[in-house]
Each structure stands twice: as C-alpha cells, then as structure tokens.
C-alpha cells in the first residue's frame, strides 16, 4: 500500500546504484520511477569481486539474498609481468559474483517491491528536477583508460583472485560460477593496438608485458557474449552537473584495484536513503536533502578516494610494483574501502 501523501523519487540509471537505492524506497512505501537505457540481464566491464562491503548495508538496502550464494575469496595472488610477486589474504573475504546474475536478481526483487522499471528508457540529464537521482554511471569524457572484461573456463584456473600487472594497465581474475572466472582489465588506450573485440585482451595484455597469461586467455573458452568493453571515462571524482544529485559511478569512480567500486555504489545509496526518505514523505524540501547527501558522501568517500588517486599511479612503476613483495599490504588495503 503506497502512502497517498508521500512524494515520488524518480532514479534514471538501473545499476548497481540506482536499482539497489530503488528497492530501499520501496522498503518505505515511497513511490519510484526507474529509467534504465539498457535490458536484462547483461554483461557489463566489471571486475566482479566486491571488497569492503558490510552486512549493515545489505541489510539497510534489503539487498542481503542477492548476494547470498556470492563465492568468498580470502587470498590474492599479485604479479608483475609474468612473475609471481606474492600471495597475501585480504583483511576480509571478498564477495565475487556476475553483474549478469547480480544485476539481474536486483532487477526482479525491485520490480516485486513495486517499483515502475522502465526499460530502454533514456532519459537526458537536466537539472533542477526536485525528487530526481541520477545514477546513470560514468560520465562520458575524453579519457585515457580503457577497460575489457570477459569470462572464461581455463585450465590451472584459481579459486582465488589473481592480480596481474604491468606499465600500461593491471588486470584480475576472479572466479565468479558455474566455473567461470571473470578476467577483468584496466589499461591505458594504445592507439598502435589494432586488435578489436575479443582480440583486445589478449593484445592489451601482450603489450603489458603479460605475455604467459595472455596466451592462457587466448586458449582458454570464452562465454558467449560476455565481451564488454569501455572506453571514455575518468577516475575519481565525476564532473558534478549543477543542480542535479548524482550518485554512485555518477559522483565518483574509485579506480578498480579497490574491488571498492561496487561498495561504493551500494553505499551511496544507503547514505542517499535517509535524506530522500525525509523529502519524499515531507519532512524536508528537495535542496535540503541534496545538500545533506552532498555532505554526506563528502564526509563517506574522501579518504578512500584521495588514497586511491595517490596509490593508482605507482601500480604502473616496476620498481614500486615489487615494493608489493614487501610492504604491508592490508593496512594500505584498509585505506581504499
Ligand atoms: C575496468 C573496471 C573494472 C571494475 N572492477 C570492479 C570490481 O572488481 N569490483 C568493484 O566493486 N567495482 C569494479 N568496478 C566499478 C563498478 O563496476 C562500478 O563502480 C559500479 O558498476 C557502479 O554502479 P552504478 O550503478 O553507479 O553505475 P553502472 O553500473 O554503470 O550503472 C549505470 C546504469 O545507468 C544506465 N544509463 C546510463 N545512461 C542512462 C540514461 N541517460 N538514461 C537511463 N539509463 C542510463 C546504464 O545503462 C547502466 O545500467 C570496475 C570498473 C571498471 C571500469
């Protein structure tokens, strides 16, 4: 039953962000409009390992079974070129799952809440639209990075994760279910590249000095449709449209090391919730709510981010890529999540 005074929010982007924060606003009776460009299910550039997440979120978001049968991965096994540098546990297990699958579940508990997903639905970005969030990911630029993603079956294929770098990019293997690992890579654009599609994995990783795990990947079996790549976009913080509240990707981008980016993105929506629960059921006016969540995420995701801009740039030096055979990796860990 919908409280017949309680304002709608309408959210354009069904990511992570928009649909997790959707279902949390249904857990409250508030009416949601949800504008997704794309279908699904689908494969997206992801990573797929989710580092730094807690129950409480989970819980707060009503998102906690999605995640129920995600595969834990306590160690992680870091090289540079072809050299294994060495293997460490994480400080707490991560979560790995597909965004097809993960994506896909959220999708279905948000339409069973009640809320109105539209999909193929794109909608332009305009500002001063009070009960309006956008999470519609990253923000299109003229960027250096490029970003490739697929599944495959291997032989020698780790339980674990694997994080493989090199001076141009790194990229992670994570095994995510029924037998596929996720390999996941992120690397800047070389316009001498001429591979295309799948080619690209493989010819990126050559180029990285990753030359035995990229022969293992052009071996091994791909998924039907899991290639997906990305290319335009920035790190860090998001350009911000004036009058428009932005979270999740659309706010900040975290650089992929982290594993933290997919936390983030819950966790914008759980700092977001709060205040658009006090608007949509008439406590406090739209600008108040967006000033509050500002600050709010301000205060959340400073340190994390400023911590990950200044540790991102020395994964790309060799001589600094072997302080990882060496250095307390856990507290430095700690300060991106
Ligand atoms: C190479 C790479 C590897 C990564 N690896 C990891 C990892 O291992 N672990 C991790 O935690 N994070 C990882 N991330 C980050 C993670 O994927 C993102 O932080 C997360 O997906 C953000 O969720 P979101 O909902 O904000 O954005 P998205 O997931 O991008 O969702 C945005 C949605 O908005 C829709 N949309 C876009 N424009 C419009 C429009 N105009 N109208 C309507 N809908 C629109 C899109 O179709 C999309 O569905 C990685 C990112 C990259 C680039």
């Known amino acids: 039953?919908?409280?017949?005074?309680?304002?709608?929010?309408?959210?354009?982007?069904?990511?992570?962000?928009?649909?997790?924060?959707?279902?949390?606003?249904?857990?409250?009776?508030?009416?949601?409009?949800?504008?997704?460009?794309?279908?699904?299910?689908?494969?997206?550039?992801?990573?797929?390992?989710?580092?730094?997440?807690?129950?409480?979120?989970?819980?707060?978001?009503?998102?906690?079974e999605t995640l129920s049968d995600a595969q834990f991965h306590r160690s992680v096994t870091w090289f540079s070129g072809n050299h294994p540098l060495r293997e460490t546990l994480l400080p707490d297990a991560a979560l790995a799952i597909s965004r097809y699958r993960l994506d896909d579940r959220l999708q279905q508990l948000a339409r069973a809440s009640g809320v109105d997903l539209r999909t193929g639905s794109r909608l332009r970005i305009s500002p001063d639209q009070p009960g309006h969030v956008w999470t519609a990911g990253r923000r299109p630029v003229k960027g250096k990075w490029i970003g490739l993603k697929a599944h495959i079956r291997h032989h020698g294929a780790a339980a674990h994760l694997e994080m493989h770098s090199g001076p141009r990019g790194y990229l992670g293997i994570t095994?995510?279910?029924?037998?596929?690992?996720?390999?996941?890579?992120?690397?800047?654009?070389?316009?001498?590249?001429?591979?295309?599609?799948?080619?690209?994995?493989?010819a990126y990783l050559l180029k990285n000095g990753n030359t035995e795990l990229a022969h293992r990947i052009a071996a091994a079996e791909w998924r039907e449709g899991s290639f997906t790549a990305v290319a335009g976009f920035s790190l860090g913080l998001q350009a911000p449209t004036p009058g428009v509240l932005s979270l999740g990707d659309s706010h900040a981008i975290i650089p992929p090391f982290t594993g933290n980016g997919m936390t983030m993105a819950l966790q914008s929506a759980e700092t977001a919730l709060p205040h658009l629960l006090s608007y949509a059921s008439n406590r406090d006016p739209w600008n108040t709510a967006c000033d509050r969540i500002e600050k709010d995420l301000h205060t959340r995701?400073?340190?994390?981010?400023?911590?990950?801009?200044?540790?991102?740039?020395?994964?790309?030096?060799?001589?600094?890529?072997q302080l990882v055979r060496i250095a307390p990796l856990n507290p430095i860990l700690s300060l991106v999540r």
């Not at 279902?23 to 009416?31: C, G, K, Q, T």
């Not at 995701?301 to 890529?321: D, E, G, M, W, Y």
Request: proline share 6%.
């Open 1 to 64: 039953m919908l409280h017949p005074l309680n304002k709608t929010i309408t959210i354009t982007g069904g990511g992570l962000t928009g649909l997790s924060l959707a279902i949390a606003l249904r857990r409250h009776e508030i009416p949601v409009v949800l504008h997704e460009a794309g279908s699904y299910p689908r494969h997206r550039v992801c990573g797929e390992f989710i580092s730094g997440i807690s129950q409480e979120t989970l819980a707060t978001l009503g998102i906690t």
């Open 175 to 202: 095994s995510v279910e029924d037998g596929w690992s996720n390999i996941c890579g992120l690397f800047r654009i070389d316009p001498s590249i001429a591979a295309r599609h799948e080619e690209l994995l493989p």
């Open 301 to 321: 995701f400073r340190k994390r981010l400023t911590s990950a801009k200044i540790i991102h740039p020395l994964l790309f030096q060799p001589v600094l890529r």
